[in-house]
């Protein structure tokens, strides 16, 4: 890594200023463990491999239907982005990838742009096509759907764009893209659900065919919104149906948002893993009817159970590694700060979940002792593993303390000089 873009002497003194109490609570966490049969080490090792990717459109300030409230030195390109993701990532050590949206991360030189994320110590993970919106100069419009459109010729173009953004993420190295459509209706009888389904088939059929020996196809399936009666790809039921349809190399996506409230995700990620179909994930939170809230922020026992169902998977050895990623969008917080802390959330559950004794666990389920199973789960959850991961922070030359360390580094005050804010009404979903 060339650019360094938080002045290396400030991690330092944060080291430094911390090393002293981090060393004393590890020590009695490590105490602690030692009793419950774990090898505090083992887990530190786990936490500091743990990888998150970032959503490029994350580091934008978001906004709502009815407003954006735009926050000094936003990035105004891909090339801002990536700065300000190698900063997230400089703080956490957790987020050495970045997830495109294509167009919204179009350049005309996605060579250079590789150079340039590399030079950041960045990579590339999956790619996402974008076809829920209109471009500049796009022929047909995508205002009643895009690969289950009605006209064929608009579900061609949507196709083309998906292997457009294939032969993109080739140049860059991402090893999959992510199927995200906004398609559905607002009004019983609008659309033939049915025939609506069979056009996704077809069309992501041709999309299927296109992709790379070694890539995945990421389906993402979204409850509502945009359409708000019925989305072609609702639930993980549609997403699974279609994967198995497809082949092998398509995969189901689960975004924590992407379900309405008190649904249980986890119950839905054990299913998955059943049918060897978990691809990924986005991780964000939510508590109505919002997709895009910080990971961890509402319900951090949800997580955790996810992650419960990862290890526990691993555990019984099963094949599955499904990617990581953030799709959260930052209305009122500073996206860089948003992004480290939700980083650091994900690495919370996935250590909390190392932590459950599965062997006995397992005793306590065989012989249905429901308030015992319940406790072994919640003491995993209550241990504070803030010492492991801050040492892993800590030896990966991250932060200890990622938000008091971005504050002195005064990146965003730089950036707002250098960046020149541009003018904006109305509101917007990134
Ligand atoms: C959608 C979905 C997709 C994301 C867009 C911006 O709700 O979560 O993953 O790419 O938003
Ligand atoms: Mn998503
Ligand atoms: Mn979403």
Same mark, same amino acid.
């Given at each position: 890594m060339d650019t360094v873009l938080i002045d290396r002497d400030l991690i330092a003194a944060d080291h430094a200023a911390h090393a002293a109490e981090l060393d004393d609570d590890f020590a009695a966490l490590e105490r602690q463990l030692a009793r419950r049969g774990i090898a505090i080490e083992t887990i530190v090792e786990a936490v500091a491999a743990f990888e998150v990717a970032i959503p490029s459109w994350g580091v934008g300030t978001g906004g709502t239907r009815f407003a954006r409230f735009p926050g000094p030195g936003e990035p105004r390109d891909i090339f801002d982005k990536l700065d300000d993701c190698a900063v997230v990532q400089q703080l956490c050590g957790a987020t050495p990838e970045v997830s495109l949206h294509i167009p919204w991360d179009r350049t005309d030189d996605f060579a250079r742009l590789r150079v340039y994320a590399h030079e950041r110590g960045l990579s590339f993970a999956a790619i996402n096509s974008n076809t829920f919106q209109d471009s500049a100069g796009q022929p047909l419009s995508y205002k009643f759907g895009s690969l289950t459109h009605t006209d064929p010729a608009v579900r061609r173009q949507a196709v083309e764009h998906n292997l457009e953004c294939i032969r993109i993420g080739e140049q860059l190295g991402s090893k999959a893209l992510t199927l995200w459509i906004g398609d559905g209706a607002n009004f019983p009888g609008q659309q033939h659900l049915a025939r609506a389904f069979e056009r996704y088939l077809d069309s992501s059929t041709a999309i299927y065919a296109a992709l790379p020996e070694d890539w995945n196809l990421l389906i993402e399936h979204k409850l509502y919104e945009p359409a708000f009666y019925a989305t072609v790809i609702q639930d993980w039921g549609s997403s699974l149906l279609a994967a198995q349809a497809l082949g092998p190399k398509a995969q189901c996506l689960v975004d924590l948002g992407h379900h309405a409230p008190n649904v249980n995700i986890e119950m839905i990620v054990a299913r998955l893993l059943h049918a060897g179909r978990l691809g990924g994930f986005h991780f964000n939170d939510s508590k109505?009817?919002? @997709?895009?809230?910080?990971?961890?922020?509402? @319900?951090p026992f949800r997580l955790f159970l996810i992650f419960n169902e990862l290890i526990d998977a691993r555990w019984r050895g099963l094949p599955s590694a499904p990617a990581h990623m953030l799709d959260q969008s930052h209305n009122i917080t500073d996206p860089i700060e948003s992004l480290a802390g939700s980083a650091v959330e994900v690495q919370r559950a996935y250590a909390q979940a190392l932590l459950v004794d599965r062997q006995q666990l397992a005793h306590w389920q065989q012989r249905n002792d429901a308030l015992r199973a319940a406790q072994t789960l919640k003491r995993a959850f209550t241990t504070d593993v803030q010492p492991i991961l801050a040492r892993a922070r800590q030896r990966k030359g991250a932060a200890i303390d990622p938000v008091a360390v971005y504050r002195d580094s005064g990146y965003r005050a730089r950036c707002a000089r250098t960046r020149p804010a541009r003018v904006f009404s109305g509101g917007g979903i990134v």
């Open positions: 109505y009817g919002d @997709d895009d809230l910080d990971a961890g922020s509402i @319900d």
